[in-house]
């Protein structure tokens, strides 16, 4: 029970922080277009300032498209965690996706491998630490990914 309080936590984490973002970017973009000729006035009319405004709202819109598309995929799952439906699976961490160097000389693992008991298929899930070759039971929300280790 506490596992999944977990990860419904780490999901609503992720679920209201790129909502907070998408909405943000929105607001940023429409205020942008709004007063862009306040703006534009500031910097005398000139072409390079409105090539310069233009490629910022371009490049926010870029940004939010991308997190809009985050957003969708936490939106599939929520009816997954209201309803506490977890996916769950048995498999063995057998690669890492990232690998980190810290300063005082340790080694981090990210995005953790596992391949699925009883076949071939492999999956990359967001889950807390683990170690390389062991074999654990995670509950893992279908779309986002985001897991934790099951406890008995």
Known sequence: METENELIS?????????????????AVILLLIIFRGKILLHFNQSNISKVFL???IGI????NTIFSIKFTTYCLDIDAVRNRNFEVL???VIDYTKTTYFENGTVGYFGPIIKIEG??????L???????????????????????????
């Open 10 to 26: 780490n999901f609503y984490f992720g679920f209201w922080l790129y909502f907070a973002a998408v909405i943000s970017l929105i």
């Open 54 to 56: 233009y490629s910022i």
């Open 60 to 63: 926010l819109l870029i940004v």
């Open 90 to 92: 048995t498999g063995t």
């Open 119 to 124: 076949s071939e298929e492999t999956i990359k």
């Open 126 to 152: 967001n889950v807390g630490p683990t170690e390389l070759n062991k074999t654990y039971t995670f509950i893992y929300l279908k779309h986002t990914k985001v897991a934790r280790i099951k406890t008995s």
